[in-house]
C-alpha cells in the first residue's frame, strides 16, 4: 500500500535554532516527492521538489534531501524564524498511469517556532 | 497569492442543507483539484478535473458532485449536509493534465455545519 509517513508529528523549538524533519514513504514506483508549508488557515505552499535523481535542494533556508534507496527524505529548516511555524507536509507522486491517487499525502509535521 | 481564487472564504449552514463551492483556477491551468481538511487533519484528496473532464476521483462522499465549466472555473456541490462535513475545503490548480506538477492552493473555503 502506498503510504507516506511523516515525524515528528509535532515539534516546538526556539527561534533561531535548527530542526529536521523527516518523511518515510513505500510509494511505488517513485516519481518525485514534494515538500509544502500549510499556514494555518491556509493553502500549502511548494517548499521544493526532489526527482530520484537529486540527493539534495536547498531554497533559502530550507535543505530537502532524497535517499531513494531507503525511501526517505527531509527537509532541513536553518535559523529558524517565527515565520517558519506552521505544518510542513510531504507529498510522493507515483509514476504508474490509471491510479486515482497518484498523488500521496502526508499528514504533516506541525511546527512551532517560539521566541 | 497563488491565483487561485476560492469563493465563499467563509460558509455557515444547517444539517441538511446544501452548499456550493466555487474556484477559479490560476490563468493557463487547465486541472483543478479539491481536497477536504477537517480540523488538525491532513488534506484528503476529493476529485480532479481536467480541462472539463473527470481525470481521478479520491475520497469523495456519493452527497458531493463537482464538475468543471468551459471557462474552467469548477464547482464543489455539496448536499445533504452533515456535521461531520465541516472542514476548510481547497481548490489546487496545475498547468498539466496528470500529477507532474506542483499544485497551486487558493485560500480555502471554511465550511461549519451546525
Known amino acids: 500500500k502506498n503510504q507516506v509517513e511523516q515525524s515528528p508529528q509535532s515539534l516546538i523549538i526556539l527561534e533561531g535554532k535548527n530542526c529536521t524533519l523527516q518523511?518515510?514513504?513505500?510509494?511505488?514506483?517513485?516519481?518525485?516527492l514534494r515538500w509544502y508549508k500549510q499556514d494555518t488557515g491556509r493553502g500549502p505552499v511548494s517548499l521544493t521538489i526532489?526527482?530520484?535523481s537529486e540527493n539534495t535542494k536547498s531554497n533559502g533556508r530550507y535543505t530537502a534531501t532524497l535517499d531513494a534507496d531507503t525511501k526517505q527524505s527531509s527537509l532541513h529548516i536553518t535559523a529558524s524564524q517565527l515565520s517558519d511555524s506552521a505544518s510542513y507536509i510531504c507529498?510522493?507522486?507515483?509514476?504508474?498511469?490509471?491510479?486515482?491517487?497518484?498523488?500521496?499525502w502526508g499528514l504533516g509535521t506541525s511546527l512551532a517556532v517560539n521566541p | 497569492d497563488s491565483g487561485v481564487t476560492q469563493t465563499p472564504k467563509h460558509l455557515i449552514t444547517a444539517t441538511g442543507q446544501r452548499v456550493t463551492l466555487r474556484c477559479s483556477p490560476r490563468?493557463?491551468?487547465?486541472?483543478v483539484y479539491w481536497y477536504q481538511q477537517s480540523l488538525d487533519q491532513g488534506l484528503q484528496f476529493l476529485i480532479q478535473?481536467?480541462?472539463?473532464?473527470?481525470?481521478a476521483k479520491g475520497n469523495i462522499l456519493e452527497r458531493f458532485s463537482a464538475q468543471q465549466f468551459p471557462d474552467l472555473h469548477s464547482e464543489l456541490n455539496l448536499s445533504s449536509l452533515e456535521l461531520g462535513d465541516s472542514a476548510l475545503y481547497f481548490c489546487?490548480?496545475?498547468?498539466?493534465?496528470?500529477?507532474?506538477?506542483?499544485?497551486?492552493f487558493g485560500e480555502g473555503s471554511r465550511l461549519t455545519v451546525l
Open positions: 489546487a490548480s496545475s498547468v498539466v493534465g496528470g500529477d507532474t506538477g506542483e499544485l497551486f
Open positions: 490563468s493557463g491551468d487547465l486541472s
Open positions: 478535473y481536467y480541462n472539463g473532464e473527470e481525470r
Open positions: 518523511c518515510n514513504y513505500t510509494v511505488s514506483p517513485f516519481s518525485n
Open positions: 526532489m526527482t530520484f
Open positions: 507529498v510522493v507522486r507515483a509514476s504508474y498511469a490509471g491510479n486515482n491517487r497518484k498523488l500521496i
